[in-house]
């Protein structure tokens, strides 16, 4: 389906958004993280990599903030199969991070195709990066791949890597809740 690499850069697309886009959560509201709190949260939605809080500054949190509300309107055009508007949408995001593939290679690794330059910031890099990984998916018949929780009050992002695309839930906590509710309504159905 996808490889290690893109679909590592497409989990941390749908993470970034996750983690840095208001809505709802889980059956809860959930206020996106600002200001001060956005460092940490980029923290918490990029693979740890030797990566700290530390290491992302104010600025560099708040660009990946605007890319993450970028890349869910991407999830959602794609959610209700509107490739044409998740296209343009990446399309922008792509001409705007300067994407383009090049062969990386860190001491003791193998060569790496990345989307970034050496000396983009990491906000340019993590955001060419997931434009590229997402713009793979649209380009192909993995479209359907990306999605929006189904669950009532949850829009929580996700890819789908399970074999049978059948996945509806941005997590198991979700899929639980709807199955409980159902088992409730069921429940109350025989009474």
Known sequence: MFDSHIATLLEVAASLVNELTGGSRRGKAYEAPSDGDLPDAVAVALPSGGLSREDIEQEQAA??????EQLRHVFAAAESEDIDRAAGILNTLLMNTGARPQLDRTLGEPWQVH???????????????????LALAL????????GVCQAPKCDRVYV???????RQFCST?????V??????????GKG
């Open 139 to 146: 380009g192909s018949d993995l479209a359907g791949r990306l």
């Open 179 to 188: 199955k409980a509710a159902a088992h409730r309504a069921r429940r109350a």
């Open 115 to 133: 989307f970034h330059g050496t000396s983009d910031t990491l906000a340019v890099g993590w955001s060419a990066g997931c434009a590229t990984a």
């Open 63 to 68: 660009y990946l903030a605007r890319t993450a």
């Open 160 to 166: 789908d890597t399970s074999r049978n695309a059948a």
């Open 173 to 177: 906590a979700c899929q639980s809740r």
